[in-house]
């Protein structure tokens, strides 16, 4: 298992930014697919975005592009979450997954084996 330790949320109005941030523990972060998913109040937990072991590929939900983007420091142990015009119905819990075997992008919450404790964004309009 991996301990992951999401930070960086908070309340920010309708338009503004926001950057998440999840630390990882172990030695073997660069081999690890990492994820972002976000649940908000009475919803299930939804994909967000991933991204691959070198960083060099993001893939996002619909809803984010061209809005969030995500990122990596394989040196820092650490995936981030830089989210920007942000909408009210962003507003949810942020949960940072780690994908230990690093064989694919996935969006499914069993595609992850190993999660944050969240950190809980809120978007006033």
């Known amino acids: 298992q991996v301990q992951l330790v999401e930070s960086g949320g908070g309340l920010v109005q309708a338009g503004g930014s926001l950057r998440l941030s999840c630390a990882a523990s172990?030695?073997?972060?660069?081999?690890?697919?990492m994820g972002w998913f976000r649940q908000a109040p009475g919803k299930e937990r939804e994909f967000v975005a991933a991204i691959s072991r070198s960083g060099a590929l993001p893939y996002y939900t619909d809803s984010v592009k061209g809005r969030f983007t995500i990122s990596r420091d394989n040196a820092k142990n650490s995936v981030y979450l830089q989210m920007s015009s942000l909408k009210p119905e962003d507003s949810a819990v942020y949960y940072c997954?780690?994908?230990?075997?690093?064989?694919?992008?996935?969006?499914?919450?069993?595609?992850?084996?190993?999660w944050g404790q969240g950190t809980q964004v809120t978007v006033s309009s």
């Open positions: 997954a780690a994908d230990i075997s690093g064989l694919r992008l996935g969006r499914r919450e069993y595609d992850y084996d190993s």
């Open positions: 172990g030695r073997t972060f660069s081999s690890y697919v």
